[in-house]
């Protein structure tokens, strides 16, 4: 392989440089004439030779061996023209071995010099990707900063703790610094153990929060569970967890990851916004029952007057004169049945204004439709609607608060004995009670035939939507908000050929639940 005048040499242009091998002849001839003028004994050989290995050196190959050519030539005709032709073609040899060894210096040195040059190259490129390198690197550390920082921000303000823990042995692996502030750990202190992470949880709820977390291990699966913590300092909180499982390439659990959410403060404002629905809907119940004031009396009156009536009739036939027991007992009987159904309506009044607690309790539904129907009779014969109920035998129990149930049923009621006061045509609200198939829930219907739902159909369970000239707008939404609170569901659709049709839906109770 050649390697032609591959370095740069230090004479650039191609004339300079073979000028530059005569110049060194030149330069090596005038020396060896100035040293023989002085008559100093130096041979011109060492000085042609210094010349040829400067311009191999400085020159390139070609110069070189130029120089050599010159130096030969000069050493012939100028300094010993009339040696033998034995010494002359000794001389030229030296030269020419000379020169041959200065190209082979000359060469390495120029592959010296192309692998410096490679080799500079690619550690300049290197050097330039490790720059690169570094700068990403630093951007991306600067953008992971700002990433951990926007993050612990966003967990601050939404009090979200994320974490990471093993399977193996439950130890910990990654705990924010929003999960110790909830938890009131030390982030100085390390990654608490297990059981220091079980004691935090409230003592009523680590059987559920165990629970929960072995049924995740078993299933490998999510899991979803609110419970409480008890902080050193006595405080309760409400925590929301979600954990996800994290499997190896062999498919094996090994981690779980996910975050812890403090809730308390919606806790509280959901218990809060329950109380107001509660003080809410009693207000509702003693304004409605307050518009039922006339009626409600007129039935208590009913059994009342038939209970004076049997009185005198029981008297009569005790009179000494023609005294007849047993009609006087029939007679006392009946005055017993009347101060009992009266003491039923009363009590159904005291009910629906008394201002207790939630209190959830097995609850009969055709029971408590019976009871409105009879508590709501007098004010439906004022208007002259009929009532019918058609009620499914068999039913099972519901879970729920009595006297809400009775508010919700009344609400419908007199909504539909209200749309039909002022119609013409048949007035007649039925109540149904069923057991649904398809998901085994109970549901109530509420129809009449009254003026039917208004055009804003979807606002009616609006808060503070009423078409009513006096309407509070709050009935069908504390109706709705009830219903919903024992897990069921209130819609409203239009009942053909005219009027409005209440449906609601309860789960019901099992036996295995009871």
């Not at 004439?33 to 002085?38: A, D, I, P, V």
């Not at 309790?361 to 508590?375: A, F, P, Q």
Request: charged residues 25%.
């Amino acid at each position: 392989m050649e390697y032609p005048d591959k370095s740069k040499p230090i004479v650039g242009a191609p004339a300079m440089r073979y000028g530059f091998a005569v110049a060194a002849v030149a330069a090596a001839t005038g020396l060896a004439q100035l040293f023989l003028y002085f008559h100093l004994a130096l041979a011109f050989n060492a000085l042609a030779l210094s010349a040829i290995a400067i311009t191999f050196w400085y020159g390139g190959t070609k110069p070189g061996i130029l120089a050599a050519v010159l130096s030969a030539l000069v050493r012939s005709y100028v300094f010993d023209p009339g040696i033998s032709t034995m010494s002359r073609v000794l001389y030229d040899l030296v030269f020419l071995v000379f020169a041959l060894l200065m190209s082979g210096v000359t060469r390495a040195r120029d592959e010296l010099e192309v692998r410096v040059a490679e080799r500079t190259a690619e550690l300049t490129q290197a050097n330039e990707k490790l720059s690169r390198e570094i700068a990403d690197r630093k951007r991306a550390e600067e953008q992971l900063r700002q990433s951990e920082a926007y993050l612990a921000e966003a967990q601050r303000l939404t009090h979200t703790g994320s974490w990471v823990w093993q399977v193996d042995g439950r130890d910990a692996v990654h705990l924010s610094e929003e999960w110790y502030r909830i938890y009131d750990h030390e982030p100085a202190q390390g990654a608490p153990a297990w059981e220091q992470r079980l004691q935090r949880v409230h003592p009523e709820d680590r059987t559920k929060w165990q629970g929960a977390i072995e049924r995740a291990i078993a299933g490998e699966s999510d899991y979803e569970i609110e419970f409480r913590i008890l902080l050193p300092s006595g405080a309760v909180r409400h925590i929301h967890t979600v954990g996800h499982p994290v499997l190896n390439a062999s498919g094996e659990l090994v981690q779980f990851v996910g975050s812890s959410t403090d809730v308390t403060e919606r806790k509280r404002s959901e218990e809060a916004l329950r109380q107001a629905q509660a003080d809410l809907a009693r207000v509702s119940r003693v304004t409605t029952m307050g518009e039922l004031t006339a009626s409600l009396a007129h039935e208590v009156n009913q059994p009342i007057t038939a209970a004076v009536t049997d009185a005198n009739t029981c008297l009569r036939w005790l009179t000494p004169h023609h005294p007849n027991v047993e009609e006087a007992r029939e007679a006392a009987s009946r005055i017993v049945k009347d101060a009992v159904r009266a003491s039923d309506i009363i009590n159904r009044m005291r009910s629906l204004f008394k201002n207790e607690s939630l209190h959830r309790e097995l609850v009969d539904v055709n029971d408590v439709i019976r009871e409105m129907i009879v508590l709501l009779r007098s004010e439906a014969t004022r208007y002259s609607i009929s009532m019918s109920t058609e009620l499914s035998e068999g039913l099972p129990r519901i879970m729920g608060d009595p006297v809400q149930l009775q508010q919700v049923l009344m609400n419908l009621m007199i909504n539909g004995i209200e749309a039909m006061k002022d119609v013409a045509g048949p007035r007649e609200l039925a109540v149904k009670s069923q057991r649904r198939a398809e998901d085994e829930q109970l549901m109530v219907s509420v129809s009449d035939t009254g003026v039917g739902l208004p055009p804003q159909q979807d606002q009616i369970f609006d808060s503070f939507f009423t078409t009513k000239r006096d309407g509070t707008g709050m009935g069908l939404r504390i109706s709705k908000s009830i219903v919903e609170s024992h897990g069921g569901r209130l819609w409203a659709a239009n009942h053909s050929p005219r009027g409005a049709s209440f449906h609601l839906t309860l789960p019901s109770v099992t036996d295995g639940n009871e």
